[in-house]
């Protein structure tokens, strides 16, 4: 990605230009409220991936962008890891701070309320840096981000796992039919990894089923980039 590339983007897809934090704070309030809304957004079992994963490696630091209530961190903390959690939606992150107490593991995990578009993780610091979830809730845009925050955050060895919504389901309203996903290989090509540096380990579809508000159950299969810093 050039320069001129990502300014080319518009203001939505960057976050950034005129306009740029209208629409954050409006995402932010959104997220706010679907989280007030109810006493518990996600589950608090880890995302399958992260954990088929993490039992492949020796914990570490490891750190969750966009971590919601904070399960996935909360169950690495619970595997050895120290884990630091991020999300910009204050009433998720108070949750994800109450559970790792509860848990009893509130001293290693950290859960930090802020935008990406803004916040900065310790360069070079984690593990493991993951993300799930993230870009193909927000539809597109949030690509660009993850370019910027994640591979940063990489230690020497450590890995760097994508895991996305493929497609959205059938019952998601018009508004959403048909519109396109980024696929294993965008995913990989928007983290706009420095050539030479990364191992790629995994850049495919994982299966997965999910059951309508119906109960009709459907296919929709999980994005999974997985990189390693060399
Ligand atoms: C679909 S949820 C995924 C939550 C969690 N990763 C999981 O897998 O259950 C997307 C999350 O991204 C967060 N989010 C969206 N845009 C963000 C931003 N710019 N900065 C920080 N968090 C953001 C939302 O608050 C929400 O918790």
């Not at 360069?123 to 993951?130: E, H, P, Q, T």
């Amino acid at each position: 990605m050039h320069e001129h590339d990502r300014a080319a983007r518009p203001a939505h897809e960057t976050f950034e230009g005129p306009g740029a934090t209208a629409i954050r704070d409006e995402r932010r309030e959104r997220w706010e409220a679907r989280y007030r809304g109810a006493d518990r957004l996600w589950s608090l079992e880890p995302n399958p991936v992260l954990a088929r994963v993490a039992a492949e490696l020796e914990p570490g630091r490891a750190l969750d962008l966009a971590c919601g209530e904070g399960a996935d961190a909360i169950w690495l903390a619970s595997q050895g890891w120290r884990s630091v959690g991020v999300d910009f939606a204050e009433t998720a992150i108070a949750r994800a701070r109450a559970k790792a107490a509860e848990h009893g593991v509130g001293e290693r995990c950290e859960f930090v309320a802020a935008d990406l578009a803004a916040w900065r993780p310790e360069a070079g610091a984690f593990d493991l840096a993951a993300v799930h979830y993230f870009h193909a809730a927000e539809g597109f845009g949030t690509l660009g981000l993850l370019a910027e925050v994640l591979p940063p955050a990489v230690a020497p060895g450590g890995t760097l796992l994508v895991v996305g919504h493929s497609a959205f389901p059938s019952w998601s309203g018009p508004a959403r039919a048909g519109v396109t996903l980024p696929g294993p290989e965008e995913t990989l090509e928007s983290l706009e990894l420095e050539a030479g540096e990364w191992a790629v380990v995994e850049c495919g579809l994982e299966p997965r089923t999910v059951a309508s508000p119906e109960g009709v159950v459907e296919p929709r299969p999980d994005v999974v980039v997985r990189v390693r810093r060399r």
